[in-house]
């Protein structure tokens, strides 16, 4: 999910440079909601995943 946030963001600021001011901010929001939606769900991994004793 990381990579796809990257490759949006790498599409916004290419979008930016070329002048496409409404595809470089949709390109932009939708890789900071995937940032977030992967920070949420790596630290719920996190705290999930130590619960569990390994074996």
Do not use: D, Q
Not at 7 to 15: C, D, E, K, M, S
Not at 29 to 41: N, R, T
């Amino acid at each position: 999910m990381l990579s796809w946030a990257v490759t949006f963001l790498i599409i916004a600021i290419i979008a930016a440079v070329l002048g496409f001011a409404g595809i470089a901010g949709t390109a932009a929001w939708i890789a900071k909601l995937l940032f977030v939606i992967f920070v949420i769900l790596f630290i719920v991994s996190l705290v999930v995943g130590r619960g569990r004793p390994t074996v």
